[in-house]
């Protein structure tokens, strides 16, 4: 051992070769400060040892270096840029000395090496990677860019579109798909990638393998001359702008940077790369989408803690195979845990197995499954009309119609079916949960789960504790929740949970503004382009249901009257009123057709127009920020409001929901960090001049004491 720190070691194998080893305490290794420093030494004792004739770098763990300590971030994104561009020039620098050692080097890649990661593979003369290798930058994911030399080495080694795609996808790349770019140079099965990475660099020490050119390669200029470097980066940058808009700015300026530095050597392009990566790292989209990424480590952590102290869900049961119970069995399957679907009607459970069978099939044809995994999934969802295996759930969904006293009845009669221990779980969306428990004799047994409408697609499961649910109980199910591959986040059981207890005030501003006379598809085209909605609140409403959100919306005015009382009819009624249930029958705010390729279009409907008149005044003009301002200051202050009740227990927590559950734009980083980024002050002040428009245009208390005390969220 010639050099020794907690991160990684240099060894001195025979024939000369080094060993590079990253094998950290903890169970990963990335690249986080410390690793920085222990590399800027472990290079010194490299450049100096006068043996060394070739240098391998490998891990000692699962996977190669998983990227840059995320957690460092948000306050490494708070320096000085002085202080963040030393931070890059160090790391530079050692990448540069890597890459200028005076013999031939390898990079031995096992599992994931991701952007630090990636880079530090990018700095040797080779790659070699197994089968398990996954190589990526996802920079641009978390609102930044590659900031190590990724931006100046890959397009250097494998071509400018190649490499543009690559960092503005931020996706990882498994072996194969690496080999053919020519991020690596060979793939070898996992127990051969050490002795085939010492085979490679002795045959570069050998002088059979060219390593100087390759590393000439990597520092000279592009090879592209003026006229294709115009269009290769402009129709790249057309394509990234269409795909990220303009809230996500990293990509583009990504693939500007890339360009910038195209006839640059190597120092000046690494120049280009820090300025940019500075410019984006002060942005609020990269705190945001930083921000977010550390709420969903958190939440993830908060599941593998769950799944613990919770009970293992081998087999599950759902009551009910319609939209939802459909849903929800296959997600099970296809996760893996076996499923029971009852329901009372033969041709429910037909058509729960042909929804199944239709999103496998489509799967299938994406060549994302074989043929086997087909089969097997759907032989572990056992449609069933009786309660008979009913008991060999661990746990059991109850999905059948939103009916109070049928659900009551349903759970009742369940609960005598099953044993003493199984967890029961309801997915209503409006029934308070400690309601449905007076029904049960064990509502520590019980507790809710909110899943969203379509399963398969949607991220997010509210997970509803109930006053009596048990620690086990809620542990059970938010294991179970992650197992299928979703978000579970727990909140206090209140009208509409969180998620429906927040949006509904949002419709509420809505309804308001088109009674004042706004125009619907002027505020969804606010709400989409400037505020960053996937859809406006018209169209949200015609997608969810203007039935369903017309039964919500009189379950949040009975939930909380004191805000969300109707004061006279609204928008919401006046379509329901006209049977304009939205996307399900054709016709709600908007009218839907399919186009020619048999997707459906939406066009703004004259008809609509004409209802609206019963409930909207003259026509009136608003400007994006009042439409923006009359939408989420409801939004927000229920928000802040189930903050200060408890109902979810941190900001991080409630920005998830938000994202996962209802698409709020993830630049925004959700609720709470759109305050912080307002600052508290602003947005009291504006949510006071449209303090008039009623009760739920009032902040509250808590928020006026926090902004006073001059404290942030986060
Ligand atoms: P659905 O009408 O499509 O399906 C309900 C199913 O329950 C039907 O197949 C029916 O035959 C069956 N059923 C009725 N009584 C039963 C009984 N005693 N035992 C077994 N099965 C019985 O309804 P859905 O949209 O799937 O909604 C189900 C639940 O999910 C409701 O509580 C709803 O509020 C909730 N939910 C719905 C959505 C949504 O967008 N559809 C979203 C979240 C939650």
């Given at each position: 051992?010639?050099y020794?720190a907690?991160?990684?070691s240099?060894?001195?194998?025979?024939?000369?070769?080094?060993?590079?080893?990253?094998d950290?305490?903890g169970?990963v290794n990335k690249?986080?400060?410390?690793?920085l420093?222990?590399?800027?030494?472990?290079?010194?004792?490299l450049?100096?040892n006068?043996?060394?004739?070739?240098?391998?770098?490998?891990?000692?763990k699962?996977?190669?270096?998983?990227?840059?300590?995320?957690?460092?971030?948000?306050?490494l994104?708070?320096?000085?840029?002085?202080e963040l561009?030393?931070?890059l020039?160090q790391?530079?620098?050692?990448?540069?000395?890597?890459?200028?050692?005076?013999?031939?080097?390898?990079?031995?890649?096992?599992?994931?090496?991701?952007g630090?990661g990636?880079?530090?593979?990018?700095?040797?003369d080779?790659r070699?990677?197994?089968?398990?290798?996954r190589?990526?930058?996802?920079?641009?994911?978390?609102g930044?860019?590659?900031?190590?030399?990724?931006?100046v080495?890959?397009p250097?080694?494998?071509?400018?579109d190649?490499?543009?795609?690559?960092?503005?996808?931020?996706?990882?790349y498994?072996?194969?798909a690496?080999?053919?770019?020519g991020?690596?140079?060979a793939?070898?099965?996992?127990e051969?990638?050490?002795?085939?990475a010492?085979?490679?660099?002795?045959?570069?020490i050998?002088?059979?393998?060219?390593?100087?050119?390759?590393?000439?390669?990597?520092q000279?200029?592009?090879?592209?001359?003026?006229?294709e470097?115009?269009?290769?980066?402009?129709?790249?940058?057309?394509?990234?702008?269409?795909?990220?808009?303009?809230?996500?700015p990293a990509?583009?300026?990504?693939?500007?940077?890339?360009?910038?530095?195209?006839?640059?050597?190597?120092?000046g392009a690494?120049?280009?790369?820090?300025?940019?990566?500075?410019?984006?790292?002060?942005?609020?989209?990269?705190?945001?989408?930083?921000?977010?990424?550390?709420?969903?480590?958190?939440?993830k952590?908060?599941a593998?803690?769950?799944?613990?102290a919770?009970?293992?869900?081998?087999?599950?049961?759902?009551?009910?195979?319609?939209?939802?119970?459909g849903g929800?069995?296959?997600?099970?399957?296809?996760k893996?845990?076996?499923?029971?679907?009852k329901?009372i009607?033969?041709?429910?459970?037909?058509?729960?197995?042909?929804?199944?069978s239709?999103?496998?099939?489509?799967q299938?044809?994406?060549?994302?499954?074989?043929?086997?995994k087909l089969?097997?999934?759907i032989?572990s969802?056992?449609?069933?009309l009786?309660?008979?295996?009913?008991?060999?759930?661990?746990?059991?969904?109850?999905?059948?119609?939103?009916?109070?006293?049928?659900?009551a009845?349903?759970?009742?009669e369940?609960?005598?079916n099953?044993?003493?221990d199984t967890?029961?779980?309801?997915?209503?969306?409006?029934?308070?949960?400690n309601?449905?428990?007076?029904?049960?004799?064990?509502?520590?047994?019980?507790?809710?789960?909110?899943?969203?409408?379509?399963?398969?697609?949607?991220p997010?499961?509210?997970?509803?504790?109930g006053e009596?649910s048990?620690?086990?109980?809620?542990?059970?199910?938010?294991?179970?929740?992650?197992?299928?591959?979703?978000t579970?986040?727990?909140?206090?059981?209140?009208?509409g949970?969180?998620?429906?207890r927040?949006?509904?005030?949002y419709?509420?501003?809505?309804?308001?503004?088109?009674?004042?006379?706004?125009?619907?598809?002027?505020?969804?085209?606010?709400?989409?382009?400037?505020?960053?909605w996937?859809?406006g609140?018209?169209?949200?409403?015609?997608?969810?249901g203007?039935?369903?959100?017309?039964?919500?919306?009189?379950?949040m005015?009975?939930?909380?009257?004191?805000r969300?009382?109707k004061?006279?009819?609204d928008?919401?009624?006046?379509?329901f009123?006209a049977?304009r249930y939205?996307?399900k029958?054709?016709?709600?705010?908007?009218?839907?057709?399919?186009?020619?390729?048999?997707r459906?279009?939406?066009?703004?409907?004259?008809?609509s127009?004409?209802?609206?008149?019963?409930?909207?005044?003259?026509?009136?003009?608003?400007?994006?920020?009042?439409i923006?301002?009359?939408?989420?200051?409801?939004?927000?202050?229920?928000?802040?409001?189930?903050?200060?009740?408890?109902?979810?227990?941190?900001?991080?927590d409630?920005?998830?929901?938000?994202?996962?559950?209802?698409?709020?734009p993830?630049f925004?980083?959700?609720?709470?960090r759109?305050?912080?980024?307002?600052?508290?002050?602003?947005?009291?002040?504006?949510?006071?001049?449209?303090?008039?428009?009623?009760?739920?245009?009032?902040?509250?208390?808590g928020?006026r004491?926090?902004?006073a005390?001059g404290k942030?969220?986060?």
């Open positions: 051992m010639i020794q907690e991160q990684l240099v060894t001195l194998l025979e024939d000369g070769i080094a060993e590079l080893k990253y950290a305490k169970p690249f986080d400060q410390a690793t420093q222990a590399l800027t030494e472990a290079v010194k004792v450049q100096t006068s043996d060394i004739k070739g240098l391998i770098q490998t891990s000692g699962g996977a190669f270096i998983v990227g840059a300590d995320i957690t460092e971030f948000l306050d994104f708070k320096l000085p840029d002085a561009l030393g931070w020039e790391a530079n620098a050692v990448f540069n000395a890597i890459e200028d050692l005076p013999y031939p080097t390898i990079s031995a890649v096992n599992g994931h090496a991701l630090g990636c880079e530090a593979i990018l700095a040797t080779f070699v990677a197994d089968t398990t290798a190589i990526g930058l996802p920079e641009t994911k978390l930044i860019m590659p900031g190590f030399g990724g931006t080495r890959l250097r080694l494998i071509g400018a190649n490499a543009v795609e690559w960092i503005t996808a931020g996706k990882d498994k072996a194969p690496a080999l053919k770019f991020t690596v140079d793939v070898v099965a996992p051969i990638l050490r002795d085939a010492l085979s490679m660099v002795k045959d570069a050998a002088g059979k393998l060219d390593w100087q050119s390759r590393r000439a390669q990597k000279a200029p592009l090879g592209l001359n003026k006229i470097a115009t269009m290769s980066f402009s129709t790249a940058l057309g394509m990234v702008y269409a795909k990220a808009g303009k809230h996500y990509p583009t300026a990504a693939v500007k940077a890339v360009e910038a530095a195209a006839r640059m050597d190597r120092t690494l120049g280009v790369e820090a300025a940019t990566f500075i410019k984006l790292a002060k942005t609020d989209a990269a705190q945001a989408l930083v921000g977010l990424f550390l709420s969903d480590q958190a939440l952590a908060g593998k803690k769950a799944a613990k919770g009970k293992a869900t081998n087999k599950a049961a759902v009551l009910g195979a319609g939209i939802m119970g929800i069995a296959y997600q099970s399957a296809v893996g845990t076996p499923v029971i679907m329901d009607n033969d041709a429910a459970l037909d058509l729960g197995m042909a929804t199944a239709g999103l496998l099939t489509t299938l044809k994406r060549g994302r499954i074989d043929g086997t089969a097997k999934v032989s969802i056992t449609p069933t009786s309660y008979n295996s009913v008991d060999e759930a661990d746990i059991i969904v109850e999905a059948v119609v939103e009916n109070p006293k049928i659900k009845a349903v759970l009742a369940l609960e005598d099953v044993s003493a967890v029961i779980t309801s997915n209503t969306s409006t029934i308070p949960i309601v449905l428990a007076k029904s049960l004799k064990r509502p520590e047994q019980f507790c809710g789960m909110h899943f969203f409408n379509p399963v398969h697609k949607m997010l499961v509210e997970i509803i504790r009596k048990s620690d086990e109980t809620i542990a059970t199910t938010v294991a179970y929740a992650a197992k299928m591959g979703k579970p986040i727990v909140v206090n059981d209140c009208p949970f969180f998620v429906n927040v949006l509904f005030p419709f509420f501003g809505f309804s308001k503004l088109i009674a004042d006379g706004a125009d619907f598809v002027a505020v969804d085209k606010v709400m989409e382009k400037q505020f960053g996937p859809m609140p018209a169209y949200l409403l015609d997608v969810v203007i039935d369903t959100g017309h039964h919500a919306a009189a379950v005015a009975d939930g909380f009257p004191e969300m009382a004061t006279g009819k928008s919401i009624d006046v379509m009123d049977t939205g996307q029958n054709g016709v709600g705010f908007y009218s839907y057709a399919k186009d020619r390729r048999g459906i279009q939406k066009t703004p409907d004259a008809k127009y004409e209802l609206l008149a019963e409930v909207a005044s003259e026509k009136a003009d608003f400007t994006k920020d009042e923006i301002a009359r939408c989420m200051i409801p939004m927000i202050n229920e928000v802040v409001r189930c903050l200060e009740e408890g109902i979810v227990a941190t900001p991080g409630a920005d998830m929901a938000l994202i996962y559950g209802i698409g709020f993830p925004r980083g959700g609720v709470f759109y305050l912080d980024t307002m600052g508290l002050d602003k947005y009291i002040k504006l949510a006071d001049s449209f303090a008039d428009l009623g009760p739920l245009y009032q902040v509250t208390d928020l004491q926090r902004a005390d942030t969220f986060y």
